[in-house]
C-alpha cells in the first residue's frame, strides 16, 4: 500500500485495524477463564442481581472502549509528532 493512499484507504474502511488483532494463546485463556467466571458467578445471583451484573459489565465495556479509543487518539498524535520532527 502506497504511503500518499493510505488515509483514502483507511476512509474506505480497506484498513480495518482491528482486524489485525494478535489474538495469542494467553489471551484465549484470559478470555475463557472470565467467560467461565461469569456464567458461574450468574448461576449463584437472584433475577434482580443478574440484571445488576449485566449493567456494570456493559459499562465497564463502555469504559474500555474509551480509554481504547483516548489510547489510539493519543498514539496517533505522537506518531504525527514524531513525522513532524523527522521530516
Excluded: V
Excluded at 23 to 28: K, M, T
Excluded at 32 to 43: V, W, Y
Excluded at 57 to 82: N, P, T, W
Amino acid at each position: 500500500m502506497k504511503k500518499s493512499n493510505i488515509l483514502r484507504q483507511l476512509y474506505l474502511g480497506k484498513i480495518q485495524p482491528e482486524e489485525r488483532f494478535p489474538i495469542n494463546q494467553r489471551y484465549r485463556r484470559a478470555l475463557k477463564t472470565s467467560i467461565l467466571l461469569e456464567e458461574k458467578l450468574s448461576n449463584q445471583l437472584s433475577k434482580e442481581q443478574k440484571k445488576l451484573l449485566s449493567q456494570l459489565l456493559y459499562m465497564e465495556d463502555c469504559l474500555i472502549k474509551e480509554e481504547a479509543f483516548i489510547r489510539f487518539q493519543q498514539g496517533i498524535r505522537l506518531g504525527a509528532r514524531l513525522i513532524h520532527d523527522l521530516f
